[in-house]
């Protein structure tokens, strides 16, 4: 027959093993929730829709530098 030390650590490793099999099996479940999510959203089609299609866009304007001291034109070169 076993000791009683011998047969507590046999229960604790298994107590210990369940806990890690039962952590995991959590983890990944979780997890497979969150990817059915992301593949729902990546793969539906409804929420292109109501988004108008005839966007138009205006070109932004920008300013040209201004030359100061009446140096429009003028080259520098070295």
Same mark, same amino acid.
């Given at each position: ?27 990944? =479940? =979780? ?8 593949? =729902? ?5 409804? %929420?292109?829709?109501?988004? %108008? %299609? ?18 429009? %034109? ?5």
């Amino acid at each position: 027959m076993m000791k009683k030390s011998t047969f507590g650590v046999a229960l604790a490793f298994i107590a210990a093993a369940a806990g890690v099999l039962t952590a995991v099996a959590l983890y990944l =479940r =979780r997890r497979e929730k969150e990817l059915d999510e992301y593949e =729902r959203l990546l793969y539906s089609d409804n %929420d292109f829709e109501d988004e %108008d %299609d005839d966007t138009i866009y205006e070109p932004i304007e920008t300013e040209e530098p201004k030359a100061k001291d009446g140096a429009e %034109d003028e080259e520098i070169s070295f």
